[in-house]
């Protein structure tokens, strides 16, 4: 079953703002990351963060935890047209070999 | 990483038919997992494919309309049997090389008339 509710559902953007999502989810976790898909392909694995970590970096993505809340945020800055694409949190309960538990997803369009 | 591959990578179906989608995987792993993210939707897991032992399910899908294959530890099919245009999802495997991150394929995009 979904754990994880992301808002917002749907996000539109010009180009070199910066997105802001969130990630809400209901049990304890081990750890938990972000996927982004394009047009309904494979999911592309971005960032994990486990549960002792309280913010992550990548480039252009920042991810914070907030395990008191159950709750977490990717943020993209200076967004490009090719970030369009729908952004997945998904959580690990346990560690490792275990199934993911996905959130709903947000779709990011980036305006040129 | 994980280099990942599934075929078909769509598939257009008539219903009453099964289809039998392939995941390969370029190392082996211990588990590998099957999702179904139907339209405009989040992913659900189907079932888990532990090599050696039947797949365990997930609440609402059976074996005999999801039967999954797992004979070594680099391979896995999924079937989906007795399409109907409900079953119009895109399928997805992923793996967990006995880290966190889990890699996805690239997906099968089936379309049932």
């Known amino acids: 079953s979904q754990q994880g509710e992301e808002d917002p559902q749907a996000l539109s953007i010009q180009e070199g703002e910066n997105a802001t999502m969130n990630c809400s989810y209901k049990?304890?976790?081990?750890?938990l990351q972000w996927y982004r898909q394009n047009s309904g392909r494979g999911l592309v694995h971005l960032i994990l963060?486990?549960?002792?970590?309280r913010e992550k970096h990548s480039g252009r993505l920042r991810v914070t935890l907030d395990t008191s809340k159950k709750s977490s945020s990717l943020l993209i800055t200076a967004s490009r047209a090719a970030d369009t694409a729908s952004y997945f949190c998904a959580t690990d309960p346990y560690s490792g070999n275990t199934p993911l538990v996905f959130g709903k997803g947000t779709r990011l369009s980036v305006i040129a | 990483s994980a280099v990942i591959s599934q075929k078909p990578s769509r598939d257009i179906c008539q219903r009453g038919t099964s289809l039998t989608i392939q995941c390969q995987v370029d190392s082996q792993v211990t588990m590998m997992f099957w999702y179904r993210q139907q339209p405009g939707q989040s992913l659900t897991l189907i079932a888990t494919a532990n090599q050696g032992s039947e797949a365990t399910y997930e609440s609402g899908f059976v074996i005999d309309k999801f039967p999954i294959s797992r004979p070594n530890l680099t391979f896995s099919t999924l079937t989906v049997s007795n399409m109907s245009p409900e079953d119009s999802s895109i399928y997805l495997c992923s793996v967990d090389r006995g880290g966190e991150t889990q890699y996805f394929g690239p997906g099968t995009r089936l379309l049932v008339l």
């Open positions: 963060i486990r549960s002792n970590e």
């Open positions: 049990t304890s976790i081990n750890n």
